[in-house]
């Protein structure tokens, strides 16, 4: 079983849309979750943060957390052309703290 | 403030040749990481620096590759000799805090690697 899982898409959904971006992790000690977005041939960029079950929210981003399922999930709200790219989930490893990234889930988001 | 500074931005070698990857992290910012992405996937962690001390480097392939950050400071990452499977885009991040915390991590624009 991978440490972080997450689809790698492509999800396509039409402007103005809401993306649902999903994440499961194995590491039940894990406390810190984090979602990076990377366009394509960039770097990523860190656009959301989380350590408490729920949800929180950030302008058109919302992250929800569901540590009894090992359950993380992106929501955008208003899908726009430019949020097209790939969404990283990445978990702080409770053993390590090591910072362990999934394989990204690709977002096209249509006009 | 300036960014993760990675140089070159892109290079091209033949397998079993050498390469060299320079990070200059934020200033300040005492843990820095070398993190290798594959196309496709997630970015790997290599290396992890605590000011000029290595902390983790458990997945780094130390039979061909290397790495050092004199003064705690700029860091760089060598491979030797590079095989075909070292082609990916290599990350340097950085930032303020210690190991165990992923609190303002910033990463570079990367260097993509092709070997041919």
């Known amino acids: 079983q991978k440490e972080v899982e997450q689809n790698s898409g492509p999800l396509s959904v039409p402007e103005g849309a809401i993306a649902s971006l999903n994440c499961t992790y194995s590491?039940?000690?894990?406390?810190?979750f984090f979602w990076y977005r990377q366009y394509s041939g960039k770097s990523p960029e860190l656009i959301m943060f989380?350590?408490?079950?729920g949800d929180k929210e950030d302008g058109r981003f919302t992250a929800q957390l569901n540590k009894a399922s090992q359950y993380v999930s992106l929501l955008i709200r208003d899908s726009q052309p430019s949020d097209s790219a790939t969404y990283l989930c990445?978990?702080?490893?409770?053993?390590?703290?090591?910072?362990?990234f999934g394989q990204g889930t690709t977002l096209q988001v249509k006009p | 403030e300036a960014g993760v500074a990675q140089s070159p931005r892109y290079k091209i070698i033949e397998k079993r040749q050498s390469v060299a990857f320079w990070c200059n992290p934020i200033?300040?910012?005492?843990?820095l990481y070398w993190y290798q992405q594959i196309l496709g996937q997630g970015p790997k962690l290599l290396i992890q620096?605590?000011?000029?001390?290595?902390?983790?480097d458990s997945q780094l392939p130390k039979d061909r590759f290397s790495a050092e950050r004199l003064k705690g400071v700029d860091s760089t990452l060598k491979i030797q000799p590079a095989k075909l499977e070292d082609s990916a885009v290599y990350l340097c991040?950085?930032?303020?805090f210690g190991t165990g915390s992923a609190y303002g991590y910033t990463f570079g624009s990367g260097t993509r690697l092709t070997v041919v």
């Open positions: 620096f605590q000011n000029n001390g290595v902390v983790d």
């Open positions: 200033s300040g910012h005492a843990t």
């Open positions: 989380i350590y408490s079950n």
């Open positions: 990445a978990v702080l490893s409770s053993n390590t703290g090591k910072l362990i």
């Open positions: 991040a950085s930032s303020p």
């Open positions: 590491d039940r000690g894990s406390q810190s």
